[in-house]
T-cell receptor, first 114, second 117 residues
Framework: DTEVTQTPKHLVMGMTNKKSLKCEQH?????MYWYKQKAKKPPELMFV???????INESVPSRFSPECPNSSLLNLHLHALQPEDSALYLC?????????????FGPGTRLTVL | DAKTTQPNSMESNEEEPVHLPCNHS???????IHWYRQLPSQGPEYVIH???SNVNNRMASLAIAEDRKSSTLILHRATLRDAAVYYC??????????????????FGQGTILTVHP
């Protein structure tokens, strides 16, 4: 299994809602990542988890709350989002966080905030 | 982070070679050059990476200039499936609190490759 899966594929939420994005991999990878991609822009790193611990937070607003319950799962909890948070949210994983290890990306969750 | 410069777009015909250039004049001695591509409606996928020597794999070849200030991704025979945004990335090593290093991916604007039948 060389796949990163993300659910849901699409999500529409209001600014007062709480929702969660889910990411799963079964490749034995110990580093997992969240990226945000606005339309026609490159992906931007949000968070990095290594061995289930948060290692990098790229100054992301607290309305985004990541969680790594185990080595295969990564969640992104969303609360009180703004319309400008509408974007494609990509999850990725790699064996470790080092230079050589390619990142495997999921297809993303397309989020619309109304 | 060291930056890369790529053309906004390039075009190719099917079954012809494609040379995608990337300039990285501020590259440091320990930066690895990575290429990823993003097909329409998909997440990015790894293509190839290298440090100093030219590299080949089943997808592409990477030619690195002797001074490492530029590189070229070579697709030997473009297919329609190769139409994508190609990102040239200098992989930054960012130590975490535990002392291990990360190859953080900082994507630039990329090159949109169009392949004509």
């Amino acid at each position: 299994d060389t796949e990163v899966t993300q659910t849901p594929k699409h999500l529409v939420m209001g600014m007062t809602n709480k929702k969660s994005l889910k990411c799963e991999q079964h490749m034995g990878h110990r580093a997992m990542y969240w990226y945000k991609q606005k339309a026609k822009k490159p992906p931007e790193l949000m968070f990095v988890y290594s061995y289930e611990k948060l290692s990098i937070n790229e100054s992301v607003p607290s309305r985004f709350s990541p969680e790594c319950p185990n080595s295969s799962l990564l969640n992104l909890h969303l609360h009180a989002l703004q319309p400008e948070d509408s974007a494609l949210y990509l999850c990725a994983s790699s064996y470790y966080g080092g230079l050589h290890n390619e990142q495997f990306f999921g297809p993303g969750t397309r989020l619309t905030v109304l | 982070d060291a930056k890369t410069t790529q053309p906004n777009s390039m075009e190719s015909n099917e079954e012809e070679p494609v040379h995608l250039p990337c300039n990285h004049s501020t590259i440091s001695g320990t930066d690895y050059i990575h290429w990823y591509r993003q097909l329409p409606s998909q997440g990015p996928e790894y293509v190839i990476h290298g440090l100093t020597s030219n590299v080949n794999n089943r997808m592409a070849s990477l030619a690195i200039a002797e001074d490492r200030k530029s590189s070229t991704l070579i697709l030997h025979r473009a297919t329609l499936r190769d139409a994508a945004v190609y990102y040239c990335i200098l992989r930054d090593v960012t130590p975490n609190a535990g002392g291990t290093s990360y190859g953080k991916l900082t994507f630039g604007q990329g090159t949109i490759l169009t392949v004509h039948p």
